[in-house]
């Protein structure tokens, strides 16, 4: 059974009004509507998907029951198809690394901590509950693609149903790089449907099901901890959107999103995801993606 469901955020029609209208970034911004939102994430989308191969720094916040994490910074390596290595290069989690390789190592993550817990790697399932511990995303959802897949996919329904208003916050400044920033509103509550949960049911089909983020969803429904925290007859909300408020970074010259933050419907960082010195097909190996790779620790 579906039906319409809201959610209050706390926020009203004044305070986002002022929030559009504030600083941005340093300095005032106009609200310069965009005629075709639709068109910079295509682009960006079809340079995503040209690409064989990249490496970048991956920077990544995210939010965990009302409280933002530490910054995470993650040597990334991607390539297509499906194979994605990580090592955690900062403070936080240093030494840690992860890999995984579609259809490959039956389908499961290969992962250590840092520091002594290192010693110990495991396959884990990449959707399971030791992987996804302090993740919003699984490892097979990392990349650039799937960023800007999920950014097309809002702002197409947002359109579509006029529940979105997108405004271009013009050229900055980067890691060095020319960048086009624009920033998407959504509906001040969580708008969508209720989901009355099935017999044998994760968060994961669901998701799936709904074409949603299985952690947004986590997110919203409060009471509910893990993908499998869920029993038959339980009612879920769907929001019909990622989020609240995203700004979105463009480079100029690749196109590419470099850089993403998104807000919760109390108007909360949210995540956000910042790819700096990104090297676009530098011809990675298999090499770069073998467990016994010399210069990796599993």
């Known amino acids: ?15 986002v009004f002022l929030a559009a209208l504030f600083f941005f970034k340093g300095g005032l911004c106009a609200d310069v509507r965009v005629e075709d939102p639709l068109e910079r994430a295509k682009r960006s989308l079809e340079t995503s998907r040209s ?20 910054e995470e910074q993650i040597l990334f390596k991607y390539a297509e198809p499906g194979r994605v290595y990580m090592r955690w290069i900062g403070k936080v989690n240093k030494g840690q690394e992860a890999l995984y390789v579609k259809g490959e190592n ?3 993550l290969k992962a250590h901590k840092g520091g002594f817990l290192g010693l110990v790697t495991v396959n884990v399932d990449p959707a399971g509950k030791m992987a996804m511990e302090g993740q919003h995303h699984p490892i097979f959802h990392a990349g650039i693609g799937f960023t800007t897949e999920v950014v097309l996919r809002d702002l197409e329904k947002g359109l579509k149903q006029g529940d979105v208003r997108v405004f271009d916050r013009g050229s900055q400044t ?3 790089r020319d960048v086009v920033v624009m920033e998407a509103f959504f509906p001040e509550t969580v708008k969508g449907v209720t989901h009355t949960v099935r017999e044998g049911e994760t968060l994961w089909d669901i998701a799936a099901e709904y074409h949603q983020d299985m952690y947004v969803i986590l ?3 409060k009471g509910v901890d893990t993908p499998k925290d869920i029993k038959a007859g339980q009612a879920l909300v769907i929001p019909d959107y990622y989020c609240r408020r995203s700004v979105s970074y463009y480079d100029a010259d690749t196109e590419l999103l470099v850089k993403i933050e998104n807000y919760d419907w109390n108007d909360n960082l949210y995540e956000v995801y910042h790819y700096r010195d990104l090297q676009l097909n530098v011809g990675l190996s298999s090499d770069d993606f073998d467990p016994d790779n010399k210069g990796y620790k599993f």
């Open 51 to 70: 690409l064989s191969d990249y490496t970048a720094v991956l920077v990544k916040r995210e939010r965990f029951e009302g409280t933002l994490a530490p």
């Open 1 to 15: 059974m579906k039906r319409d469901t809201g959610i209050g955020s706390g926020w009203g029609g004044a305070a």
């Open 106 to 108: 039956e389908d499961r």
């Open 174 to 176: 980067l890691d060095g």
């Open 219 to 221: 997110s919203v429904n």
